[in-house]
């Protein structure tokens, strides 16, 4: 029997260092690091159409759902 998804995504996540804490595992999916644009990519985007300029580069440590 294979892993779930969200099972995946803990394990994933886990061999990256990164904790995840929840009371069941039926959100966790929804919550994947690819679900998401890659961060820098959108910021440099931003930056190129003269949207935004850079001035710091900030490492997230904690996330919270809520």
Do not use: H, W
């Not at 990256?16 to 961060?39: D, M």
């Not at 440099?44 to 003269?50: C, T, Y």
């Amino acid at each position: 029997m294979g892993r779930t998804p969200s099972r995946r995504v803990v394990d994933d996540l886990r061999a990256q260092g990164i904790i995840v804490k929840s009371p069941s595992l039926r959100g966790v999916a929804e919550e994947a690091p690819g679900a998401y644009k890659n961060v820098r990519a959108v910021v440099d985007s931003a930056e190129a159409a003269g949207l935004a300029r850079k001035v710091a580069f900030l490492k997230p440590l904690i996330c919270v759902k809520g």
